[in-house]
């Protein structure tokens, strides 16, 4: 491989690359993103009865009581997904909204946050996950049982999904830790993520310190194998101004719906 450089006999001052100017990678832990009563996000890569691969947004359901739950016998919708997450003693119930890219953007991210989002595997395969604009964390793996297909409402055919935890967590590979771009999300496992939208500095080692990145905009995020993100595991979100998004809780959001947290979006 050949580089021009300029004629022969220019002379060119090589600078080192000073590392010290990234921010840094010491680990976080899921308490440490917890503290700052993030938006959570679930997100269950699914591969539908007829193939098709699919990034799909799961939201919580909810009635006049509160959370719903699975009492661990009713069949289920083939549109819900029942999850027992580490520390949960029930199946919460969760809807799967219809998630091919081109239906309407559900997640509504807020400038200057740190979001936890959640991936869970559905299907026999591992993906490689990938957010753009930002670089987030790995917190937490957690172990699942295989996911098994409930009987729906007829009982003539497959309902929704269930899964739930083993109460393993997974450790985390060195190579794990650190800021990434993707991370792998094996089959019958659950991997957090935080995922700041702020800017840190060098000398910022927690996830409360840094900035808002001052950037908005509509991005993606999808599997990173071509084949899978070319057929429908994409998915995208909008960052807005924390004016915009505080306008909208403040006027009572005539057309979103809060997710877990006050600050944070999902579109029903």
């Not at 799961?58 to 997904?81: F, H, I, K, M, N």
């Not at 496992?189 to 800017?199: C, D, K, L, N, Y």
């Amino acid at each position: 491989m050949c580089f021009d450089v300029g004629p022969p006999g220019t002379r060119h001052e090589l600078l080192s690359w000073d590392q010290e100017l990234l921010p840094s990678a010491a680990p976080w832990s899921l308490a440490d993103v917890r503290r700052l009563d993030p938006v959570e996000r679930l997100i269950a890569l699914v591969e539908g009865d007829d193939g098709m691969l699919q990034l799909v947004e799961c939201a919580p359901l909810r009635d006049d009581a509160g959370e719903r739950y699975w009492d661990g016998t009713s069949p289920v919708p083939a549109a819900q997904l029942a999850l027992r997450q580490p520390g949960d003693a029930r199946h919460r119930l969760y809807a799967l909204l219809p998630s091919m890219f081109s239906d309407a953007v559900r997640y509504l991210a807020r400038d200057g946050d740190v979001e936890l989002w959640k991936a869970i595997n559905l299907s026999p395969d591992t993906h490689p996950f990938h957010i753009h604009l930002v670089q987030f964390k790995l917190v937490a793996r957690d172990a699942y049982a295989p996911v098994r297909r409930l009987p729906d409402l007829t009982g003539a055919r497959a309902g929704g999904y269930e899964m739930h935890t083993t109460g393993d967590a997974v450790g985390l590979d060195p190579a794990e830790l650190g800021w990434k771009d993707t991370i792998r999300v094996d089959p019958a496992q659950m991997a957090t993520i935080a995922v700041p939208f702020r800017a840190y500095a060098p000398s910022d080692v927690g996830p409360e310190q840094g900035t808002r990145l001052y950037v908005t905009g509509r991005y993606m995020y999808h599997c990173h194998i071509l084949e899978h993100e070319d057929h429908e595991m994409m998915r995208p979100f909008v960052v807005m101004p924390p004016e915009v998004v505080d306008h909208m809780h403040h006027a009572g959001g005539a057309v979103p719906r809060a997710s877990a947290s006050a600050r944070g979006w999902y579109m029903p």
